[in-house]
């Protein structure tokens, strides 16, 4: 439930409505993370569900226990750190991901996670939930 007057309870459209072409932008941002020549569509989803959860975004979440390949766990261990504190990836973390992940690869994969650690913020301050792209 938004917190803007005026929009309390209103739908997350119409809080973004206030801003057409920022939120505009912000769908066409998400929609270029889902284009599988970029990245694997299933490590796109786990990251957005994995940044949603660390947010504490409602049904979002991520098995921890679930077993994973090398490329989700690196990617799910990158989108955790960028989410805590960016700064704290380390060398052994970017040559894992270097090892991983094309060059290609690895920058959707650092667009993936700050977009929707973007819009995981954006949600909540504004107090909105909006469905997913």
Do not use: K
Not at 113 to 133: F, K
């Amino acid at each position: 439930m938004s917190w803007i007057p005026g929009f309390e309870g209103a739908r997350a459209d119409a809080v973004l409505g206030l801003r057409p072409a920022a939120a505009a932008r912000m769908r066409e941002l998400e929609a270029e993370l889902w284009e599988a020549d970029r990245l694997d569509p299933a490590i796109t989803e786990l990251v957005r569900a994995r940044v949603g959860q660390l947010l504490g975004l409602p049904g979002r979440s991520v098995d921890a226990a679930e077993s994973r390949s090398p490329r989700e766990a690196a990617a799910i261990g990158f989108a955790e750190q960028y989410v805590m504190d960016p700064h704290g990836v380390t060398d052994s973390q970017a040559a894992e991901l270097n090892a991983l992940f094309t060059e290609r690869e690895l920058t959707a994969l650092t667009f993936c996670v700050a977009v929707y650690d973007a819009i995981g913020r954006v949600e909540t301050v504004l107090g909105i939930e909006r469905e997913r792209a």
